[in-house]
């Protein structure tokens, strides 16, 4: 007996504002830039990628290409689907490194 399996996307998993959360806080934690732009290009899909694309005002197909896996938006285009997705970019400051007393 075959067994078929189906495609998953991740995309149906994010119904909630906290698991889009979740799901964008390890994109960005894993540091990698393919992987955070494939994770936003999720999230819009299961925002719905028609109401991403009207309020950026880029169409679909623009924002499907540039959050593909081979896709590489450019930080104006990353920054307003982050808007329009209520994602915000923050600055903190990542490792400590320890003061010199040799002035």
Same mark, same amino acid.
């Given at each position: 007996?075959?067994?078929? !399996?189906?495609?998953?996307?991740?995309?149906?998993? /994010?119904?909630?504002?906290?698991?889009?959360?979740?799901?964008?806080?390890?994109?960005?934690?894993?540091?990698? +830039?393919? &992987? +955070?732009?494939?994770? !936003?290009?999720? +999230?819009?899909?299961?925002?719905?990628?028609?109401?991403?694309?009207?309020? %950026?005002?880029?169409?679909?197909?623009? /924002? &499907?290409?540039?959050?593909?896996?081979?896709? @590489?938006?450019? /930080?104006?285009?990353?920054?307003? +689907?982050?808007?329009? !997705?209520?994602?915000?970019? %923050?600055?903190?400051?990542? &490792?400590? &490194?320890?003061? %010199?007393? @040799?002035?």
């Amino acid at each position: 007996m075959t067994e078929k !399996l189906t495609s998953f996307d991740p995309a149906e998993g /994010l119904t909630s504002e906290e698991a889009i959360a979740a799901f964008m806080a390890d994109a960005f934690e894993s540091g990698d +830039v393919g &992987y +955070v732009a494939h994770a !936003l290009g999720v +999230v819009a899909r299961a925002k719905g990628m028609t109401q991403i694309a009207e309020q %950026t005002g880029l169409s679909r197909e623009q /924002l &499907y290409r540039s959050f593909s896996e081979r896709g @590489n938006p450019t /930080l104006k285009t990353t920054i307003a +689907v982050m808007k329009a !997705l209520g994602i915000a970019l %923050t600055a903190k400051e990542r &490792y400590a &490194y320890p003061h %010199t007393e @040799n002035r």
